[in-house]
C-alpha cells in the first residue's frame, strides 16, 4: 500500500525554525514528485510547490518561494517542509501528497496532515 | 489568470443529484482533478483526468468538462458525502498547479 506519514503537530514561536516531514513507503520514492499544500484554518487548499527526491529538483508556487524550503532524504524516503522564521500567518495544516506520474499531474494519496501553529 | 471558481456551498436531500463546477482559464485544453475532504481529514482523490474515478470510489462520482468549466456530479446523494470537494488543475503557461476556491456539500 502507498503511504505518506507525517510529522506530528507543532506549537512554535515566532521567528523560530521548524522542519516538518513526510515519509513515503509502498513505492519507489525517488520516482515520484511530491507536493505540499498549505490550508489555511477553514479556508481552501494551496499549493506550495513540489519536489522530485530523485534529483532534488524543485518547482515553487511564486506565494511560498522564498518563504519556505523543500528537501528530500531517499535514504529514508522522507521529504521535508522547512521554515527559518515562522509568522504566525503561517499556523495552518500542511500536507504532502504525491504525485501521481509523469504526465499525471494529481495527486494521489495524500499524508494525513501536520497541524502547525505559531504563537507567542 | 490562475484562479478556480468553484460554489461556495452546495445542499441536497438524500438520494438527489448534486452538481459542482469549477471554472477558470486555467482548465482551458488541461485535466482537472476532484478531491473530497471530510471534516478533520485528508483529501482523497475521487476523479482524475476530468471524468476518470480512481478505483475504491464509488460509481455515485462522475466527472464532466467543456471549455472552461468542469463539473463534479455525485448521483444518489448519501450522508457520507457530505464534506468538501477541491477542484485543481495545472496552469499550462507556467505549470503551477492551482486549486480552486472549494465547495462545501451539505446533505439535508
Known amino acids: 500500500e502507498v503511504q505518506l506519514v507525517q510529522s506530528g503537530a507543532e506549537v512554535k514561536k515566532p521567528g523560530e525554525s521548524l522542519k516538518i516531514s513526510c515519509k513515503g513507503s509502498?513505492?519507489?520514492?525517488?520516482?515520484?514528485?511530491i507536493g505540499w499544500v498549505r490550508q489555511l484554518p477553514g479556508k481552501g487548499l494551496e499549493w506550495m510547490g513540489n519536489?522530485?527526491?530523485?534529483?532534488?529538483?524543485?518547482k515553487y508556487s511564486p506565494s511560498f518561494e522564498g518563504q519556505v524550503t523543500f528537501s528530500a532524504d531517499t535514504s529514508t524516503s522522507t521529504a521535508f517542509l522547512h521554515w527559518s522564521s515562522l509568522r504566525s500567518s503561517d499556523s495552518a495544516i500542511y500536507y504532502c501528497?504525491?504525485?501521481?506520474?509523469?504526465?499525471?499531474?494529481?495527486?494521489?494519496?495524500w499524508g494525513q496532515g501536520t497541524l502547525v501553529t505559531v504563537s507567542s | 489568470s490562475d484562479e478556480l471558481t468553484q460554489p461556495p456551498s452546495v445542499s441536497v436531500s438524500p438520494g438527489q443529484t448534486a452538481n459542482i463546477t469549477c471554472s477558470g482559464h486555467?482548465?482551458?485544453?488541461?485535466?482537472a482533478y476532484w478531491y473530497q475532504q471530510r471534516s478533520g481529514q485528508a483529501p482523497v482523490l475521487v476523479i482524475y483526468?476530468?471524468?476518470e474515478r480512481p478505483s475504491g470510489i464509488p460509481e455515485r462520482f462522475s466527472g464532466s468538462s467543456s471549455g472552461t468549466t468542469v463539473t463534479l456530479t455525485i448521483s444518489g446523494v448519501q450522508a457520507e458525502d457530505e464534506a468538501d470537494y477541491h477542484c485543481?488543475?495545472?496552469?499550462?503557461?507556467?505549470?503551477?498547479?492551482?486549486f480552486g476556491t472549494g465547495t462545501k456539500v451539505t446533505v439535508l
Open positions: 501528497a504525491r504525485r501521481r506520474g509523469a504526465a499525471a499531474d494529481w495527486f494521489d494519496p
Open positions: 509502498g513505492y519507489k520514492f525517488h520516482d515520484y514528485w
Open positions: 519536489i522530485f527526491p530523485g534529483d532534488s529538483t524543485l
Open positions: 486555467a482548465l482551458s485544453g488541461k485535466y
Open positions: 483526468k476530468d471524468k
Open positions: 485543481q488543475s495545472v496552469d499550462s503557461t507556467n505549470a503551477y498547479y492551482v
